[in-house]
C-alpha cells in the first residue's frame, strides 16, 4: 500500500522560507517520479514540480528560481524548499506518485 504523507506546511510572511517534506512508503523514491501539486481556492491542482529515478528535476515557470525540489533516497522523502514565497503561492500541497495522493500541507503567505 503506498502512502505518502506531507509536512512543514504553515504560515509564512511574504519573502519568506517554507520547506516541505512528502514522506513515502510503498514505493522507492529513487526507481519513481514524484511529484508536487497545488490548489489555491476556487483554482485548479497545478503541477508545481517533479523529480524522476534519474534525478530529472522540473519546476513550473511560476516557481522557477524561488522552489528547488529534491529527494532523501535514505529516508525515502521529496522535499520542497521554497524560498522568496509570495502571496499567490498560498495553497494546499501536495505530493503524489502515479495514483496516489497525500493529505495535503497548507501553506499560507502572508503580505
Known amino acids: 500500500q503506498v502512502q505518502l504523507v506531507e509536512s512543514g506546511g504553515g504560515l509564512v510572511q511574504a519573502g519568506g522560507s517554507l520547506r516541505l517534506a512528502c514522506a513515502v512508503s510503498?514505493?522507492?523514491?529513487?526507481?519513481?517520479?514524484i511529484n508536487w501539486y497545488r490548489q489555491a481556492p476556487g483554482k485548479q491542482r497545478e503541477l508545481v514540480a517533479f523529480?524522476?529515478?534519474?534525478?530529472?528535476?522540473y519546476h513550473a515557470g511560476s516557481v522557477k528560481g524561488r522552489f528547488t525540489i529534491s529527494r532523501d533516497n535514505a529516508k525515502n522523502t521529496v522535499y520542497l524548499q521554497m524560498n522568496s514565497l509570495k502571496s499567490e503561492d498560498t495553497a494546499v500541497y501536495y505530493c503524489?506518485?502515479?495514483?496516489?495522493w497525500g493529505q495535503g500541507t497548507q501553506v499560507t503567505v502572508s503580505s
Open positions: 523529480i524522476t529515478s534519474n534525478e530529472y528535476r
Open positions: 510503498g514505493v522507492i523514491v529513487s526507481s519513481n517520479t
Open positions: 503524489n506518485s502515479i495514483g496516489d
